[in-house]
């Protein structure tokens, strides 16, 4: 693509104007998309944008400024951090547990002001991140420190400039001008979906794991390489400043709008409330809703909203007296470690799991928690008779955060990866690059079972009635051994076993028929290849068409599908060799099983190698028309969110697939754009 402008070397002054320009546009569209979510361009508008900005700093380096986006993307690694002394220390807050404290709480502020006059406050969820404050001067972004002991932080500023919801420039708010100097406190974070991302692809490099999205965002800036902390999606929302006196605002309230004129993300689940009981009234919706959220929270910080009042009551010596932070209850519980299974998976991958004495998390009893893989353990020293400190975080599976030392008695016994399977007795086996631990018989009884789960499953085959407890009976009372009987089925056999009749057996029958045509990409997804999912399978079909084609490849011809990489290239060698897997898709065709037609090969397709969803009403098409456009030019349609979306197409009244869409930096399309896509 052309510049929109070209510079001979030498014309300066053009240079500097559009470059002031360039960041101007790039700044107002950052903050539509990030901070509004309401973008005003499409992303490859904002592409080129940068693209120009990027091209005209490297002709004219002398014209870069702090403030250019271009300065998001992190310098130069550190040796270390400087410490920064603040004049207005970052004050902690007392804590409440419950609706009595936040009472007693309103109690002392009457007692300390001689007045039961009723009190306003904003009440604000306390996200579980790291306390920050930005200093911006003449409206740049200067100096950016973390809390630290509150007087004393670290100079973090290239880390924050990397958060995309931090202004490097303040927006002029409507009310006053931008103050010459404005030190803005608040909360810099890590989103779940971030948090359990950046786990997975810890856990695949063998990397600690870190305990909660707290750590893990304060790991994120307290690296010394500003480029690894720009490749954590860290958000940052903005709830005070050092000293509001010299800025127009009289109340909390106000100073929240004026910081989000100014270009700050603000926490829209925040309250202002004319009572204590509509201050409770927030926290038990909070508390509601938190598991909803897509950060964490951990409670409520309740304020007084009249700056006025805030300053009459004053601060004690750590904390503010206008101020508590009400908390949830805990979301993590000590208990004791009694026993360590070792799960088998679908391709042999031992996981273990901790046996726990049931203790309540946050509202649930948790009896189990994931321990990941043996180096996990052993990084956590964890002993069976442990007491253990366990842990629930959102929607994420509880896990054993680390043994209590001190309650140990000497009783307790380490805990070793059994030498053979747990199920089927075969040697296991670790590969010296890996972190998973696999039992490698593909006869192994619990493989074989959990692969027949999968090839039934969603996921797989998508056969309706035979979910896990169906299967685990078939394999039972020994009327499915592998795949291919589940095709050798008989609505007799079936009618007589427990629990079933001969209406629900024929259900079962008609779910296999309606199977048996099937397509490629299905029937690769459900067979359970190592590292093929289904888009691996997608691409499979794409490129290869006809099972035909498959069984006569090589691993270099599967290294040369788009988005196949050496090892899932070598997983497809391995099976397409073997002997037994040949057999069992020859035996499947035998019993009826087709491969619909239609799979063509794809490569070179314009929209080969996308995912798209759709959210909301379109105009132009129905759903389905599009979804058929959008393959028909060999792109692919998913039916559910997923960080493997790579274009969501949003038409009217859009659902919760755009604020995900997001979240996760996925490409939005309007309609238009959409359509431009297609015909272009
Ligand atoms: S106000 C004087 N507001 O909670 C006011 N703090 O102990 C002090 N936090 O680590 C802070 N969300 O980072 C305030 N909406 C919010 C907050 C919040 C989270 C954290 C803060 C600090 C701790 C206070």
Known sequence: MLPLFEFAAGQHEPARKRLAELREQLSYHAYRYYVLDDPLIADVEYDRLFQELLRLEEQYPEFVTPDSPSQRVGGAPLAAFASVTRKIPMLSLENAFGDQDLRDFEERLHRFLHSNEPIAYVAEP???????????????????????????????????????????????????????????????????????????????????????????????????????????????????????????????????????????????????????????????????????????????????????????????ARSPRWAI??????????????????????????????????????????????????????????????????????????????????????????????????????????????????????????????????????????????????????VQEGLVRDIPDIFRLKADDLAKLAGWGEKSAANAMAAIASRKETSLAKLLAAIGIRHVGEITAQLLEEHFGTLEALLHATEADFLEVTGIGPQVAASLADFFSDDSARQMLATLQELGLTIAAGARPREGLPLAGTLFLFTGALHRFSRSEAKERVKGLGGQVASGMSGKVTHLVCGDKPGSKLARARELGIRILSEEEFVELLDG
């Open 126 to 316: 306390k996200l579980d991140g790291l306390a920050v404050e930005l200093v911006y001067e003449e409206g740049i972004f200067t100096l950016g420190t973390t809390r630290g002991d509150g007087v004393t932080g670290e100079e973090i500023t290239a880390n924050l400039k990397t958060i995309a919801t931090v202004p490097l420039r303040l927006r002029a708010p409507k009310k006053g001008k931008i103050p010459a100097r404005l030190a803005v406190r608040g909360e810099a974070y890590l989103s779940l979906t971030g948090f359990k991302e950046l786990n997975a692809q810890r856990a695949r490099n063998n990397e600690p794991l870190f305990a909660n999205p707290r750590n893990a965002a304060a790991g994120s800036l307290r690296q010394l390489d500003p480029k690894i902390t720009a490749r954590r999606p860290l958000a940052f929302f903005a709830y005070g400043v050092d000293d509001p006196a010299p800025l127009p605002c009289q109340s909390q309230h106000e100073l929240l709008h004026y910081l989000a004129a100014c270009g700050f993300a603000t926490n829209p689940h925040t309250a202002r409330c004319r009572s204590l009981d509509a201050v409770i009234a927030h926290f038990h919706h909070l508390a509601a809703i938190r598991h909803d959220l897509p950060y964490e929270i951990d409670g409520m910080v309740v304020k007084v909203d009249d700056f006025a009042v805030q300053k009459r009551l004053g601060t004690k």
């Open 325 to 474: 932070a009400a908390k949830f209850p805990a979301s993590q519980a000590t208990t004791r470690l009694v026993d360590v299974e070792f799960g088998v998976g679908r391709t042999g991958a031992i996981t273990p799991v901790a046996i726990l004495d049931p203790v309540e998390i946050g509202g649930v009893m948790v009896g189990r928690a994931t321990l990941h893989n043996e180096d996990e353990m052993q990084r956590k020293d964890l002993r069976l008779g442990d007491t253990v400190l366990v842990q629930r975080a959102g929607d994420v599976i509880p896990e054993v955060v680390k043994p209590v030392i001190e309650h140990r008695t000497g009783s307790e016994t380490v805990i070793r990866m059994p030498a053979t399977c747990p199920e089927c007795g075969e040697r296991l086996v670790r590969p010296a690059e890996e972190a998973v631990t696999r039992c490698p018989n593909p006869a192994c009884p619990a493989q074989r079972l959990r692969s027949l789960i999968h090839f039934a499953s969603k996921a797989g085959m998508d056969i309706e009635g035979l979910g896990k407890k169906v299967m685990e009976q078939l």
